[in-house]
């Protein structure tokens, strides 16, 4: 059964420093979503992507945040300057059709900043 | 601001009971409405969707959805201690791209 993948399962960096979390969506959908979940809250939306370009985006991904699909397969994350506070479960999920449907998650990336 | 209620539980339920999960919605502009298993520690893992009034039936899970209430639920029938997992509600805005999720309600079936 097609997944999403995400690489890496852990990741621990500096504070201040940058990071890059990947993922591969399912090969046929059209949308491409990064959430993230601090330990113990609730799942938040950072980010949509569509056709090659942000569709949506909520007050949390700010200028530190920035997605990018550099081939037909990868779909990144990237956050500058990491801060304490950036620590938690990210995934990336995608759906396969029109917007507003159903989502699959991967398994995510714990990011801990230290 | 869009807002997804759930009781936070637990809910505990016997084997082979049934167990149901409730959740309320703010937006009546919502279109699209998950339900979601995580387990402690993993990602959230999609059980069923509803988009239309009424009840949607998938093996032992029921959705059932009411707009005019803004209130959707999920029945597990017949429980399973693998069942116990964090149920999450989520729901999808016309014209937007995001899905909004609730807190989670915990359920813990007991053999």
């Known amino acids: 059964e097609p997944e999403v993948t995400q690489t890496p399962s852990h990741q621990v960096t500096q504070m201040g420093q940058e990071v890059i979390l990947r993922c591969v969506p399912i090969?046929?959908?059209?949308?491409f979503y990064w959430y993230r979940q601090i330990l113990g809250q609730k799942v938040e939306f950072l980010v949509s992507?569509?056709?090659?370009?942000?569709?949506?985006k909520s007050e949390i991904f700010d200028d530190q945040f920035s997605v990018e699909r550099p081939d037909g397969s990868n779909f990144t994350l990237k956050i500058r300057s990491t801060k304490l506070e950036d620590s938690a479960m990210y995934f990336c999920?995608?759906?396969?059709?029109?917007?507003?449907?159903?989502?699959?998650f991967g398994q995510g990336t714990r990011l801990t900043v230290v | 601001q869009k807002e997804v209620e759930q009781n936070s539980g637990p809910l505990s339920v016997p084997e082979g009971a049934i167990a149901s999960l409730n959740c309320t919605y703010s937006?009546?502009?919502?279109?699209?409405f998950f339900w979601y298993r995580q387990y402690s520690g993993k990602s959230p893992e999609l059980i069923m969707f509803?988009?239309?009034?009424g009840d949607k039936e998938d093996g032992r899970f029921t959705a059932q959805l009411n707009k005019a209430s803004q209130y959707v639920s999920l029945l597990i029938r017949d429980s399973q201690p693998s069942d116990s997992a964090t149920y999450l509600c989520?729901?999808?805005?016309?014209?937007?791209?995001?899905?909004?999720f609730g807190a989670g309600t915990r359920l813990f079936v007991k053999a």
């Open positions: 999920a995608s759906s396969p059709r029109v917007a507003n449907t159903e989502a699959f």
């Open positions: 090969s046929n959908h059209l949308y």
């Open positions: 992507f569509y056709n090659n370009e942000i569709s949506e």
């Open positions: 937006d009546r502009g919502s279109q699209s």
């Open positions: 509803i988009y239309s009034n």
């Open positions: 989520a729901v999808a805005y016309t014209g937007g791209f995001k899905t909004i």
